[in-house]
């Protein structure tokens, strides 16, 4: 397996990987939940509470009645939504106004370096450790 070269290798792997995730729960919600499969008929403040609402009930159904989790097997073809879609509107980077995506690149920046410092510190704390288990002589070695 490949490892992240550099912070921005690791930041772009972990935000693909939560990306996906987030993408496999609207997947879930939409098969679930028709109402996001409409054109929002609220006003943004309803809007924005929507999918949180919609998961507390989810996760409600699936804790107390596991049966009903069958619904969520649906099929995605009869939704019409291919994978990778979430059907989310308005996540064009830039929003926000003058000045914006400089912050956002300085706090991307800044998430990325703190990963990178924690990624090498475990990757450090896993060298260690292999080294440690290699000096030790296993149980075949101590019989000789």
Not at 11 to 23: C, D, K, M
Not at 29 to 37: D, E, T
Request: glycine content about 10%.
């Amino acid at each position: 397996m490949l490892r992240p070269a550099n912070k921005e290798e690791l930041y772009n792997l972990r935000h693909a990987s939560l990306r996906n995730v987030i993408e496999q729960i609207f997947g879930i919600l939409k098969r679930c939940f028709r109402i996001l499969l409409l054109p929002p008929e609220y006003v943004l403040n309803i809007q924005a509470r929507i999918p949180s609402a919609l998961s507390v009930i989810h996760n409600f159904i699936t804790i107390h009645d596991p049966g009903e989790s069958e619904l969520d097997k649906a099929d995605e073809a009869d939704i019409g939504f291919g994978a990778g879609d979430t059907g989310v509107v308005g996540t064009e980077l830039g929003a926000g106004g003058p000045g914006a995506q400089g912050d956002a690149g300085n706090l991307r920046d800044n998430i990325a370096e703190a990963m990178w410092v924690d990624y090498q510190c475990i990757q450090g704390e896993r060298e260690v450790a292999m080294e440690d288990s290699a000096d030790t002589p296993s149980i075949s070695d101590e019989g000789e």
